[in-house]
Structures are given as structure tokens and as C-alpha cells.
């Protein structure tokens, strides 16, 4: 893919001037690399990878010889992306900033409900929306809903 459009994802630097004005091939480079990151990451955590994990994808894709790519950098790149409309943007749960893969757009109680998810060890149940938020189970199946849609969550039947 980076071939054919003439992107050498292992070599760059991101410049004077690139630094300066906050655009240049760099951070295009990086969110080639970031969409290369997320498609092959996407079955694992639905379209939501971690900001530090990303940087640590990055690092090992881009080889220790490589300009080190900080977390600023993954923010400009991922805000180039979204000119493709692929769903490609920053979200914050709680404290941790995440790199979000898919086209869903995340609402309060989305946002909410991945908190819990992600208090709880990555899993949440409709018990625990109710218990944690005081919803009900038509709002917490509503929340829901669109995010299993989109892979972003996935049921467990729990061996059934």
C-alpha cells in the first residue's frame, strides 16, 4: 500500500518545517503506519487500541535505527486521517487516550459504558451498567447496540 503511493513507512524524518507548521510527509507516513496498526489489531479490541500501545506498534514496526514517533505525533497523524472518513480519531476514556478505528460516533454514555467495561477488566454486563450508572436495561441494551454493531464490543455467551 505504501508503495504505491511513493511512502517509505521506515524512513523519515518529520523536518524543520513539518515540525513548524504541523503538516508534512512525516505524519502522513505515521498514519499509514496507524491504519496498518489498527487493521491488524482490530479483531483483538474492536476498532479501540490504546495510545501507548500504538506508540509501542510503531516502535517495533518502524525499527530501532527510525525517528522515535511520541504520542503528539500519533494525535497530528490520526487528525490527517480523518479527511478519509474512515472512522479514524482520538477518544478519551477516563485518563487514557485511545486511538478509535471505526466509524462510530462515541456519545456520553458510550464513553461510559467503555469506562466500565474497562474498570471491570474489559467486560461489562447489563447488571453492571445498572449497578455502576443506573440505567435501566432498555437504555444499557441502546448503548450497546451500536457498538456491538460495529465490532467495538462483542457477547460472550459464556459457553452456551
Not at 32 to 58: A, F, P, W, Y
Not at 87 to 106: D, R
Not at 122 to 146: C, D, H, M, N, Q
Request: charged share 25%; hydrophobic share 40%; net charge negative.
Amino acid at each position: 500500500m505504501c508503495t504505491k503511493i511513493g511512502v517509505d513507512p521506515l524512513q523519515s524524518n518529520k523536518g524543520f518545517w513539518a515540525e513548524l507548521l504541523g503538516f508534512g510527509s512525516f505524519y502522513y507516513e505515521v498514519g499509514i503506519q496507524v491504519i496498518h496498526v489498527c487493521m491488524k489489531t482490530q479483531s483483538k479490541n474492536g476498532g479501540l487500541i490504546r495510545m501507548d500501545d500504538m506508540c509501542l506498534e510503531l516502535k517495533k514496526m518502524r525499527g530501532s535505527q527510525a525517528q522515535e514517533v511520541t504520542k503528539d505525533d500519533v494525535e497530528r497523524a490520526v487528525s490527517s486521517l480523518k479527511e478519509l472518513k474512515g472512522g479514524f480519531g482520538i477518544v478519551k476514556l477516563g485518563h487514557v487516550h485511545m486511538i478509535q478505528s471505526v466509524p462510530c460516533e462515541l456519545n456520553t454514555d458510550h464513553t461510559a459504558a467503555l469506562l466500565i467495561a474497562r474498570k471491570g477488566g474489559g467486560w461489562v454486563t447489563l447488571k453492571s451498567l445498572e449497578k455502576e450508572l443506573g440505567w435501566g436495561e432498555e437504555r444499557s441494551l441502546f448503548v450497546l447496540a451500536p457498538l456491538l454493531e460495529e465490532g467495538m464490543v462483542w457477547v460472550d455467551k459464556g459457553g452456551e
